[in-house]
Antibody, heavy 123, light 107 residues
Framework: EVQVAESGGDLVQPGGSLRLSCIGSGFTFGDYAVSWVRQAPGKGLEWVGF??????????EYAASVKGRFNISRDDSKSIAYVEMNGLKIEDTAVYYC??????????????WGRGTRVIVSS | EIVLTQSPDFQSVTPKEKVTITCRASQSIGFTIHWYQQRPGQSPKLLIK???QSISGVPSRFSGSGSGTEFTLTINSLEAEDAATYFCHQSATFPPTFGQGTKLEIK
C-alpha cells in the first residue's frame, strides 16, 4: 500500500526550531516530489513547500509565509523527506501533512496524505 | 497568487440528496483543479484530479466538471459517510492554493 507518515511534531517555544520527518512506503520514494501542507486549528489547508525529485534537481519552493525560516530536504536512500523549521512563530501552530506530489517540476495533485503531525508554538 | 473561492461554506443536506459545490478561481487555470475530502479527525483524501478525472477507489457518486475559472464537485445520492469538509486545490501556478473549504453536514 502506498503510504506516507509524518513524525516529529511537538510543543516548542516561539523562536525555537523543530524538524519534521516524512517516510514513504509502497512506492519508489525518490521518483516523486513531496509537498508539505499545514492546517491551523479549525482552519483550512495551507501549502507550505515542495521538494522536487532528484530527476528534476531536488530543488525546493516555499510559501512566502515560511520562506527563509523553513528548509525542506530529502534522503531518498531512507525514503524520507524533512522540513526543518526555524524561528517558529505562534502562527505556525498547525497539523503538518506530508503528501506525495504527482508533479515533476511544478506541483500537481496530492496523493496520498499522511495522518499529520501536530506542531504547537507557545510559551 | 491564485485565490480559490468555494461556495457554499456550509451546507446541511439529507441522505440521497444531490449536492453541488462550486470553486471559482481568480484567474483562468485550465483544468488544473483537484478536489479532496477531509472527514472529521482525518487527513485529506483525493477525490477528483484535473477537474473531472476519477480516482480509483472513490465512489462513482463523486464527479467533477468545469474549466477556466469555474469548477464544480457533484455528489449524487449523498450518503451518511460523506459528512466532511471538501477542498479544491489548484496546481496551475506556484504557490499552489486551496479553497477555504465547504463543510457538509448530514441531517
Amino acid at each position: 500500500e502506498v503510504q506516507v507518515a509524518e513524525s516529529g511534531g511537538d510543543l516548542v517555544q516561539p523562536g525555537g526550531s523543530l524538524r519534521l520527518s516524512c517516510i514513504g512506503s509502497g512506492f519508489t520514494f525518490g521518483d516523486y516530489a513531496v509537498s508539505w501542507v499545514r492546517q491551523a486549528p479549525g482552519k483550512g489547508l495551507e501549502w507550505v513547500g515542495f521538494i522536487r525529485s532528484k530527476d528534476y534537481g531536488g530543488t525546493t519552493e516555499y510559501a512566502a509565509s515560511v520562506k527563509g525560516r523553513f528548509n525542506i530536504s530529502r534522503d531518498d536512500s531512507k525514503s524520507i523527506a524533512y522540513v526543518e523549521m526555524n524561528g517558529l512563530k505562534i502562527e505556525d501552530t498547525a497539523v503538518y501533512y506530508c503528501t506525495r506530489d504527482r508533479g515533476s517540476y511544478y506541483g500537481d495533485w496530492l496523493d496520498p496524505w499522511g495522518r499529520g503531525t501536530r506542531v504547537i508554538v507557545s510559551s | 497568487e491564485i485565490v480559490l473561492t468555494q461556495s457554499p461554506d456550509f451546507q446541511s443536506v439529507t441522505p440521497k440528496e444531490k449536492v453541488t459545490i462550486t470553486c471559482r478561481a481568480s484567474q483562468s487555470i485550465g483544468f488544473t483543479i483537484h478536489w479532496y475530502q477531509q472527514r472529521p479527525g482525518q487527513s485529506p483524501k483525493l477525490l477528483i484530479k484535473y477537474a473531472s478525472q476519477s480516482i480509483s477507489g472513490v465512489p462513482s457518486r463523486f464527479s467533477g466538471s468545469g474549466s477556466g475559472t469555474e469548477f464544480t464537485l457533484t455528489i449524487n445520492s449523498l450518503e451518511a459517510e460523506d459528512a466532511a469538509t471538501y477542498f479544491c486545490h489548484q496546481s496551475a501556478t506556484f504557490p499552489p492554493t486551496f479553497g477555504q473549504g465547504t463543510k457538509l453536514e448530514i441531517k
